[in-house]
């Protein structure tokens, strides 16, 4: 009895500080992971059909749970709360959002900041972000007093809108330029249409529907 007493004694406790605790799963279907995240599992992260749920309690774990299970924090400035790397052509993140009867409802992805950028895509070939939906917007920005969305590439196209039946590409201003096209070496706006405009402009009363300048 004393020997079995110590084994347990001894036995590292998983909720001790400096060390995390990992619990793993053995592989689940797509539906039985969604129903997981709804249910408050804070991380998922799959490899090799191994479902691994890690929560941290270390001390030096920069992204903490808050009130709310699956909300993480970083008080550390240029430490982001999230961090996830995937190799072999896997997805970083892979969000979707359902509301109670399980349809597909809401945000995805909902970034928010009060100062600095809201949202950086980075990538050294492909899309930076390539965003697709069935009905409504793909891609929605906004913001009092800076860029809504802002594209810039080095050698390809900052910005790309494609629509079978809307607007590929819609910009609104209330003060200010809706849209601002600038290239230093080729066409500032390229459009081409099939069977409607390549581009149509609307004026107010005494303002121009459509305005260039050559340098």
């Known amino acids: 009895m004393s020997r079995h007493t110590d084994k347990r004694q001894n036995a590292s406790d998983p909720?001790?500080?400096?060390q995390p605790e990992l619990f793993s799963a053995p592989q689940r279907t797509r539906r039985s992971l969604l129903s997981l995240l709804r249910t408050g599992v804070g991380a998922i992260a799959a490899s090799t059909g191994v479902a691994a749920l890690l929560k941290n309690t270390s001390g030096t774990a920069l992204a903490r749970p808050l009130d709310t299970v699956g909300n993480f924090s970083s008080s550390l400035p240029g430490t982001p709360a999230i961090t996830a790397i995937a190799t072999n052509s896997a997805p970083g993140i892979y969000v979707e959002s359902y509301n109670s009867s399980g349809h597909q409802h809401g945000f995805g992805v909902s970034a928010i900041t009060d100062v600095g950028t809201v949202y950086v895509a980075q990538s050294t070939s492909g899309d930076g972000i390539y965003a697709?939906?069935?009905s409504g917007d793909a891609i929605y920005g906004t913001s009092d007093t800076g860029?809504?969305?802002?594209g810039i590439s080095n050698s390809g196209i900052g910005v790309y809108g494609s629509s079978n039946s809307g607007v590929g590409v819609y910009g609104v201003s209330d003060?200010?330029?809706a849209g601002f096209f600038y290239s230093s070496s080729g066409e500032g706006i390229f459009s081409y249409s099939n069977n409607n405009?390549?581009?149509f402009a609307f004026g107010a009363?005494?303002?121009?529907?459509?305005y260039g300048m050559y340098m």
Not at 147 to 150: E, I, M, N, R, W
Not at 205 to 210: E, F, I, S, W
Request: charged fraction near 10%.
């Open 15 to 18: 909720t001790t500080p400096h």
């Open 132 to 134: 697709e939906t069935q």
């Open 147 to 150: 860029s809504g969305a802002v």
């Open 175 to 177: 003060s200010d330029t």
């Open 197 to 199: 405009n390549g581009i």
């Open 205 to 210: 009363p005494y303002a121009a529907a459509l």
